[in-house]
């Protein structure tokens, strides 16, 4: 079956780092979506991309959040200058209907 | 705006009982409902998901969600439960027109499972 990969795996970096997670998506999906959920919570919409520019995003997804499809495969999120309260689990998903959401494993963000 | 409850963010129950854990939506149109389910230190795992067919929707390892519209419902229930359905289950909501929005979750249930 088809998988969404999230590299890395885990992440450790300093307050004030810039960080890129990424995404590589299922081939034919078309909506590309990043999730956040922060240690023991519940897990929260950050932005979805289509057609190669955001759709909708949250209001956690501030000006140090950055999205962009660089060489249309790797779907990327980027932290520009990472908080202690960036620490989460940061999940990529992919759909190509709204019946079907597949998501990655997650890359567990650690700022100190 | 969508948005999901789930009542009682720990359930416990013994090994071989029933599990009911609730879910209710709130949703201006048609939603496609969604459990998953969270083992430790992992990501999401699709269980089942209702997206406007048969309102009694069977998943994997032997869950059922059923879809009532009249009482704005999916609770998920498994006949009979094992230790390793120990797990953390999310529901989920997304409105079933056109549009890149996202999934809206639930705060999630804790499922212990007594020996």
């Known amino acids: 079956e088809p998988e969404v990969t999230q590299t890395p795996s885990h992440q450790v970096t300093q307050m004030g780092q810039e960080v890129i997670l990424r995404c590589v998506p299922i081939?034919?999906?078309?909506?590309f979506y990043w999730y956040r959920q922060i240690l023991g919570q519940k897990v929260e919409f950050l932005v979805s991309f289509y057609n190669n520019e955001i759709s909708e995003k949250s209001e956690i997804f501030d000006d140090q959040f950055s999205v962009e499809r660089p060489d249309g495969s790797n779907f990327t999120l980027k932290i520009r200058s990472t908080k202690l309260e960036d620490s989460a689990m940061y999940f990529c998903?992919?759909?190509?209907?709204?019946?079907?959401?597949?998501f990655g494993s997650g890359t567990r963000l650690t700022v100190v | 705006a969508q948005s999901v409850t789930q009542l009682g963010s720990h359930v416990s129950v013994s090994e071989g009982a029933l599990v009911l854990l609730r879910c209710n939506y709130s949703s201006s149109v048609p939603p496609y409902l969604f459990w998953y389910v969270q083992y430790p230190n992992q990501g999401l795992q699709l269980l089942l998901k209702y997206t406007s067919a048969a309102t009694l929707v069977k998943g994997i390892n032997g869950f059922e969600a059923e879809f009532k519209k009249s009482e704005t419902s999916f609770h998920l229930t498994k006949p009979s439960a094992h230790m390793s359905d120990a797990a953390e289950y999310f529901c989920?909501?997304?409105?079933?027109?056109?549009?890149?929005?996202?999934?809206?979750f639930g705060k999630g249930t804790h499922l212990i499972i007594q020996p």
């Open positions: 081939s034919n999906h078309l909506y």
């Open positions: 998903a992919t759909q190509q209907s709204r019946e079907g959401y597949t």
């Open positions: 989920a909501v997304i409105l079933s027109g056109g549009g890149a929005d996202g999934l809206t």
